[in-house]
């Protein structure tokens, strides 16, 4: 049902597990920031000390095995690694930190797959103007370099950035991410550009410099949910979750898969919108011939699938600026879909499939990853999460599905996450674990949730290739 070497992984993000925020010498970023300025997340909750991975990483380890999985993705805290976000400054207690978590991997037979970035910038470059000022991309570069020069032996699959379109919406139009701002309409299109400048430069110095010798692949993670029509007889609607695609999954993969530049249709209602409201630019920047070529940048595509909507047109702002009025879709849950967690996670399995096969026409039939797809539960201690099975169950069978009907070319499937952790804005009130963290317990204790077996299960019966 599944190819031999197909990988099946879990995944987790630095600041979402790691603590140890000011340990041996890290710098902070503006996750660090956002949870101490206080109000924005939940219960005024931060990952200070999160599932302390930074100290409890065998933990971790004896989690990872217990599942069978082929891979674990990770991310680097690129200010634990240079604390000041240059290389001026190495952080050597960093990187045995990552050194060990690596070996101790290849050591059990698995293979890491490593996101260098995943939300959390140094806050000394979020002073210089962060993502949204173009000398960043540079500094990642240098950064991208450093990872590749030092981890890159014996890491063979690189992701750069972690949801760019996340990073750039809600961490600079809505506010609800760091670094919190809340410039509508500008900030998220300069911020995403910057981003995706900054993924190129990473890839052509991987594809030049390290590639011949390490072998690897590098890409960035892209999300998206499966958007489809209201009403799929009404050619408003049709368009309207044309558009939504557009503006979420196709405003980092055009660049990167398809033309170099951003999708036509983002463009002609990003400048139809400044137009109507008289802005007197284009606040979608354009790439420049000094810019490093974005076209070709990525050996695999790796997608972060969680949900489904339905579109129809509508949702804007009235007459200020913003990313809403632009993409002008206004996304809904269909009755039919269960929300058993979080309210923005609707239970649409076929999206997946839906969204799998999109990407195999769209984007000339890559290689894909699925590096990050889960379901959440809210509150407290249910270790019998039957729903949970049954997502992961209905959701790897779509999976299986997209390859052998539709012809996908899945190479992997990345279960989100790990374990419970600092979920972002909602603190730990959200827990999206194979594992349950006890947060209330000094010794952060880690207990596998049903699901976490039934993922077990899964691996094992199908990491051979041929059903068991
Ligand atoms: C992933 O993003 C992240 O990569 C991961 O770190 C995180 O733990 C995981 O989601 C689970 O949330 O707050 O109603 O405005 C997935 C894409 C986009 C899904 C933002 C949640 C929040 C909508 N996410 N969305 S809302």
Not at 11 to 35: L, V
Not at 342 to 370: C, H, M, Q
Not at 442 to 448: S, V
Request: glycine share 8%.
């Amino acid at each position: 049902m599944f190819p031999r070497d197909f990988a099946w992984g879990a995944g987790t993000a630095a600041y979402q597990i790691e603590g140890g925020w000011q340990a041996d010498g890290k710098g902070p970023s503006i996750w660090d920031t956002f949870c101490h300025e206080n109000g924005r997340v939940f219960g005024e909750q931060n990952g200070d000390v999160a599932c302390n991975s930074y100290e409890l990483w065998e933990k971790d380890l004896e989690c990872i095995q217990q599942l069978g999985l082929t891979h674990y993705r990770l991310s680097l805290s690129w200010a634990r690694l240079l604390p000041d976000g240059t290389t001026r400054h190495v952080n050597q207690t960093g990187v045995q930190y990552y050194n060990k978590v690596i070996d101790d991997l290849l050591a059990c037979d698995v293979s890491p797959m490593v996101t260098l970035y995943h939300f959390d910038l140094p806050q000394t470059l979020q002073d210089q103007g962060g993502w949204k000022s173009p000398g960043i991309a540079t500094l990642f570069d240098s950064y991208a370099k450093f990872c590749f020069q030092t981890f890159g032996d014996r890491v063979k699959l690189w992701i750069t950035i972690n949801e760019p379109h996340v990073c750039a919406k809600l961490g600079h139009e809505d506010g609800i991410h760091a670094p919190g701002l809340k410039e509508k309409g500008t900030a998220a299109y300069l911020a995403g550009h910057n981003m995706l400048r900054a993924h190129a430069m990473a890839w052509h110095s991987y594809n030049s410099v390290y590639r011949p010798q390490q072998k690897g692949a590098v890409s960035l993670a892209l999300n998206s949910d499966w958007f489809e029509p209201s009403d799929r007889h009404c050619s408003e609607d049709v368009a309207a979750a044309e558009r939504d695609l557009a503006f979420t999954l196709g405003w980092f993969a055009w660049p990167v898969f398809v033309t170099g530049d951003y999708p036509e249709i983002m463009r002609t209602a990003i400048d139809a919108q400044s137009e109507k409201l008289r802005y007197g630019a284009s606040r979608l920047p354009s790439f420049s011939s000094d810019d490093p070529a974005i076209l070709g940048t990525a050996d695999f595509f790796a997608l972060n699938y969680y949900t489904s909507r339905k579109v129809k047109p509508g949702g804007g702002c009235g007459e200020t600026l913003c990313i809403k009025s632009d993409r002008d879709a206004e996304e809904v849950l269909d009755s039919s879909w269960p929300i058993c967690g979080v309210s923005w996670l609707a239970v649409v399995p076929y999206g997946l499939r839906k969204l799998l096969k999109y990407i195999k026409d769209t984007f000339n039939n890559p290689e894909v990853y699925i590096t990050e797809n889960g379901f959440s539960q809210v509150g407290q201690l249910q270790i019998e999460d039957v729903q949970r099975c049954e997502f992961y169950k209905d959701t790897i069978m779509e999976v299986a599905k997209a390859i052998h009907q539709d012809g996908v070319n899945v190479r992997g499937y990345f279960a989100w996450s790990l374990m419970d952790n600092f979920e972002w804005a909602d603190g730990f009130s959200v827990r999206f674990g194979l594992f349950h963290v006890d947060f209330c317990d000094a010794k952060l204790r880690r207990t596998i949730y049903r699901s976490g077996r039934e993922y077990a299960k899964i691996i094992a019966k199908y990491k051979s290739g041929q059903p068991r």
